[in-house]
């Protein structure tokens, strides 16, 4: 079974760092439901609609109204769902949204905290506080919701390793089944990046950021949780299925402006221009763009994605589906990082070793076939 996934491109405010497509325009969530719907029915045929896992992201999808919520999902199917996921900001988590939220299908809550520092969040133009995080966990246990997830960024300018701990102490403290980090990235038309090429912001030490890396890795492991992901930590039992979809090849359909699918021998994605979008879908019109995956591109695909798991790459999988050359190819360009220790083969399969995890982009690139 395929996973859904759903963007909600709206945001009452705009993050610094974030190169997602999303717009702080409001009044156009109604008729975005209503094309999200028929983009739905015009697209029943793409993969089963025994959705194995839906995941409603953006953009902020709390912003949603609870009569635009109720109707979006009265149009999927959830009766096959292990999970089904929400994306909400802490502070649109009132105890009466909290209890629309259990009366949906949703079963998993991710949130933004990013970091439980004010003046942080502040920089990052975040829209709540940090209480507002310990309020919303606090809220949806309250409403029933016991699987909630929180993201976190560390190497901020000037941040240091305490701080970064301190981060780490409130994350724990709240007792979320899941947590995902990521180190602060400045991608080319955000704010966060032109501040950093105006020279008003500088970026953190590289080795400040790998020991940054290196603590979250320890003390999330002394707490329980499975490093099961490059950036994703779990309790056991608790791994985000939906995206541990992306990560197998499992295919995928998304719908909503920007939206991508994936259904192993192509990929697609939908226009990212939320009035062309709607526009487009209310004339029964499908605006997307399509490529077709050759036997490269799928090879490159499965290296990438799975190599970003703790599983790594199944060898003998990968040989069934492409074949001796490209298994041969694998392993002499593979060998390299095992004698450096950033790769580890064992069990027939091929893994990032700890120092290889903070260097995964460089060791993955020179795995991959041109």
């Known amino acids: 079974m395929a996973g859904l996934y759903v963007h909600i491109p709206f945001c009452k405010s705009r993050c610094i760092y974030c190169a997602f497509y999303s717009t702080t325009s409001a009044g156009m969530e109604e008729k975005y439901v209503s094309a999200l719907c028929r983009e739905l029915d015009l697209r029943s045929d793409y993969c089963s609609s025994e959705w194995q896992t839906v995941y409603i992201g953006g953009g902020t999808p709390s912003t949603l109204s609870q009569e635009q919520l109720q109707r979006l999902f009265s149009h999927i199917d959830c009766s096959h769902a292990k999970e089904v996921t929400i994306e909400c900001n802490p502070d649109d988590i009132t105890p009466s949204f909290a209890s629309l939220l259990a009366s949906l299908p949703v079963n998993r809550v991710s949130m933004g905290a990013q970091t439980f520092d004010n003046s942080r969040l ?12 310990v309020n919303a966990v606090n809220t949806l246990r309250d409403a029933g919701i016991d699987n909630i997830s929180i993201d976190l960024i560390y190497g901020f300018p000037g941040e240091s390793l305490k701080q970064w701990d301190d981060d780490i102490t409130a994350a724990l403290s709240l007792g979320v089944e899941h947590l995902s980090a990521y180190c602060l990235s400045y991608e080319e038309g955000t704010p966060l990046y032109r ?13 400040l950021t790998r020991a940054m890396y290196y603590r979250l890795i320890d ?8 490093h099961y992901e490059i950036s994703n930590f ?4 608790r791994r985000a299925l939906h995206n541990s979809n992306y990560w197998n090849s499992t295919p995928y359909m998304g719908i909503g402006a920007a939206a991508h699918s994936y259904n192993i021998t192509s990929r697609q994605w939908n ?3 939320l009035r062309k979008y709607i526009s487009e879908v209310e004339n029964g019109h499908l605006p997307f763009e399509l490529e077709t995956l050759d036997i490269t591109e799928r090879y490159n695909d499965t290296v990438m994605l799975s190599l970003r798991t703790c599983d790594g790459i199944d060898l003998a999988n990968l040989k069934s589906r492409f074949g001796t050359d490209f298994h041969s190819y694998l392993l002499r360009q593979a060998r390299q990082y095992e ?3 950033l790769l580890v083969h064992e069990h027939d399969r091929l893994r990032l070793s700890r120092n290889g995890l903070y260097v995964s982009d460089m060791v993955i690139t020179d795995l991959l076939k041109v």
Do not use: C, Q, T, W
């Open 219 to 226: 003390r999330l492991a002394a707490a329980g949780y499975e």
């Open 122 to 133: 502040g920089f990052l133009r975040r829209r709540h506080n940090a209480a507002e995080v």
């Open 271 to 273: 226009i990212s221009d």
């Open 234 to 237: 779990a309790l056991p039992g």
């Open 339 to 341: 004698e450096s220790g």
């Open 195 to 207: 501040m950093l090429k105006e020279g008003k912001v500088e970026e953190s030490d590289d080795e």
